[in-house]
């Protein structure tokens, strides 16, 4: 199947600063990528929808100015956390559509915030 | 919500079929079944998906009963590394997926 990279794995940060996540389609081209969250023992919640060119689409609850996206091209989402702080330490997931059949994932990025 | 009604966790012994119900009983005509497994500490894995029809590929077979009411993952010969949450999906867009809590598969040995 159609693959779907995540970068980085797992990072830890301190208290205040930004981390950045990338989410790159291998394979084929993606206009649009989804940021998921998931804390422990819960499951996958959509934060937001990346669309290629344009502005991401928010869930409701999801603060747009934590959590920065861009979606500069076909095949690369990034996604910023900014001010990290604590409770924003979770397993991030991206994710993008193929032949808009099939939704492949990344496999996550860790974050812990000290 | 969901809208998918799984069990909460289910054991297999190794080698042996593994069957994965899912209870979709309001589903509509449009929308697809679609079926992800999580393992620990990874992104979701896609599985398969079907409207009406069985599919079967490398991974799974995927029945699904006449009424659409309900379907049945089967992986036919379980390993270790099949033990995973197992999330069954409807939707009518494989860009709209909503991950319920699933089905906590354990593989025994």
């Known amino acids: 199947g159609a693959v779907v990279s995540q970068h980085p794995s797992w990072v830890i940060c301190k208290s205040g600063t930004s981390v950045k996540i990338e989410c790159r389609s291998l394979?084929?081209?993606?206009?649009?990528m989804f940021w998921y969250r998931q804390f422990p023992k819960q499951s996958l919640m959509l934060m937001a929808t990346s669309n290629e060119g344009s502005k991401a689409t928010y869930e409701q609850g999801v603060e747009k100015d934590k959590f920065l996206i861009n979606h500069a091209s076909l095949t690369l989402s990034t996604l910023t956390v900014t001010s990290a702080h604590p409770e924003d330490s979770s397993f991030y997931i991206c994710?993008?559509?193929?032949?808009?059949?099939?939704?492949?994932f990344g496999a996550g990025t860790r974050l812990s915030v000290l | 919500d969901a809208k998918t009604t799984q069990p909460p966790s289910m054991d297999c012994a190794e080698g042996r079929a593994a069957n994965l119900p899912c209870n979709h009983s309001?589903?509509?005509?449009?929308?697809?079944v679609y079926w992800y497994r999580q393992i620990h500490s990874q992104g979701p894995q896609y599985i398969i998906h079907g409207l009406k029809n069985n599919e079967t590929n490398e991974m799974a077979s995927l029945i699904i009963t006449e009424d659409r009411k309900s379907s049945t993952l089967i992986l036919p010969h379980a390993t270790l590394r099949d033990t995973a949450v197992y999330y069954c999906i409807r939707s009518g867009s494989a860009r709209q997926l909503t991950f319920g809590s699933g089905t906590q598969l354990t593989v025994l040995p």
């Open positions: 394979d084929f081209q993606a206009t649009t």
């Open positions: 309001t589903i509509s005509g449009n929308e697809y």
């Open positions: 994710s993008a559509v193929f032949r808009e059949d099939i939704q492949y």
